[in-house]
């Protein structure tokens, strides 16, 4: 007769034999002689190795450090707010009074700021002592204030994005064109 399939898989070596089929099943026992086991509460988890941790743990862990790091994040972005808020704040208490702008001023002075020429309309008297170095321009809410020297420095240590221009008469032009040429 001829041999089954799972026989003749068997002797052609392309299938192994199961561990059920290999070993003959011991004889079962009566109910009556197994000793009692204590009731389990569940699935027993895998073991792990010393240094594995499993991964509840290591999902948990990693949400911890997350949450810990944009937490001392904002602390720092509302710490930086306050500083800046301060410093505006100074900025205001040392130009009050001290902007030096005038309402009928006609001649622009320009200037580069931010990438970009910027202009601040200064009087005839006032032009040649902001080329000079006597004047400064500093920015505050926005707007170009014309200050003295000194109020400019000090501005320039409260905050020193606030200093937008301060002329120093020795320097020489690097590119030929005078500071004080009107355009």
């Keep these: 007769m001829s041999e089954s399939l799972r026989d003749q898989l068997l002797k052609s070596g392309l299938v192994r034999k199961l561990k059920s089929e290999a070993r003959p099943q011991p004889p079962q026992r009566p109910q009556a002689a197994r000793p009692a086991k204590p009731a389990q509460q569940g ?14 743990k290591a999902y948990a862990l990693r949400d911890r450090n997350e949450r810990e790091q944009r937490a001392a994040e904002q602390r720092a972005a509302e710490q930086r707010a306050r500083e800046k808020k301060e410093r505006r704040q100074k900025l205001g208490a040392l130009l009050a009074g001290a902007a030096l702008n005038d309402a009928a001023a006609e001649i622009p002075r320009h200037f580069p700021h931010a990438n970009k020429i910027r202009r601040i309309y200064v009087t005839a008297d006032q032009l040649p002592r902001l080329n000079g170095g006597e004047l400064a321009v500093v920015q505050h809410a926005g707007r170009y204030l014309l200050v003295t020297r000194e109020t400019g420095v000090a501005a320039q240590a409260i905050d020193p994005e606030a200093l937008v221009l301060l002329c120093d008469p020795h320097e020489v032009d690097e590119d030929g064109v005078p500071a004080d040429l009107v355009w």
């Design 43 to 56: 699935p027993r988890p895998p073991r792990r190795e010393q240094g594995e941790i499993d991964l509840a």
